[in-house]
């Protein structure tokens, strides 16, 4: 069932940030919109990161360093992605590299200064796991740790990838809210709350009446994107 889940009330600015995948250039030009933004409410702003902070861009390590220290102005909590489960997986499981590889995984490890040569033959997964495992720093290992699956602020519901329709918001599967899509995307339902995910690349967010999807493919597109929620109202900064 769905872990870390924590309802609270929020009045001040909540910035709400997609999915970044190893692209620091990107992340450090929101983090200075943002504490632009906030202005006087700076101490009691909260940013929420939706996860996909690993893979595909060129310094996954580099997003993990700089988000692992709070750079935002205010409070800062930080969601659960697909692809660090794929990561964590990969540290316990060398053997889920053969899929890892594939998208994302390459970079990631490259951004270590783990060789990936072999990995790209299909070659010594156990090696380069041992590697990660002893390259992570303490504060690395802490960040992966500590994300969490979703999180309520009022009368939204933020998680990574989506919610099963027809399950409560308190029910909800780690697999669902990692990686679910057409049944999630394709739904009407109405969820109890708002839902604000990523996961699934949109060329500008998609606002519906059940959800927003602020994954604009930043890895490819050079655009991420930040919600501002102000009471009811919305509006989007991006790179």
Same mark, same amino acid.
């Given at each position: ?40 409410? %700076?101490?009691?702003? #909260?940013?929420? *990161? $939706? ?8 310094? =996954? ?66 090696? %380069?796991?041992?590697? #990660?495992?002893? *390259? $992570? ?8 740790? =500590? ?73 490819? *597109? ?18």
């Amino acid at each position: 069932m769905a872990e870390n889940k924590e309802a609270r009330n929020h009045t001040a600015p909540l910035y709400v940030i997609g999915d970044i995948h190893g692209r620091l250039d990107l992340l450090d030009r929101l983090i200075k919109a943002i504490h632009r933004d906030v202005g006087a409410n %700076a101490n009691k702003s #909260l940013t929420v *990161t $939706l996860g996909d902070y690993v893979d595909r861009g060129p310094n =996954s390590r580099g997003v993990i360093n700089r988000l692992s220290i709070n750079p935002f102005p205010g409070e800062f909590i930080a969601l659960k992605g697909n692809h660090e489960e794929l990561l964590q997986n990969f540290l316990s499981q060398p053997e889920s590299g053969q899929h890892w590889r594939q998208i994302g995984g390459l970079e990631t490890l490259r951004s270590f200064g783990i060789p990936v040569a072999p990995l790209m033959k299909g070659q010594n997964y156990d090696q %380069a796991a041992e590697q #990660l495992h002893d *390259t $992570l720093s303490p504060t690395e290992t802490a960040f992966l740790g =500590s994300l969490r699956l979703s999180l309520t602020v009022d009368r939204f519901f933020l998680c990574h990838a989506g919610v099963r329709p027809g399950v409560p918001l308190d029910r909800q599967t780690p697999a669902d809210l990692l990686w679910i899509r057409d049944e999630f995307l394709n739904s009407n339902a109405d969820f109890g709350k708002l839902i604000i995910h990523g996961h699934s690349p949109v060329v500008e967010p998609e606002i519906r009446a059940n959800r927003i999807n602020i994954d604009t493919g930043a890895f490819a *597109t050079g655009r991420l994107t930040c919600a501002v929620i102000e009471a009811d109202n919305f509006r989007f900064m991006a790179t």
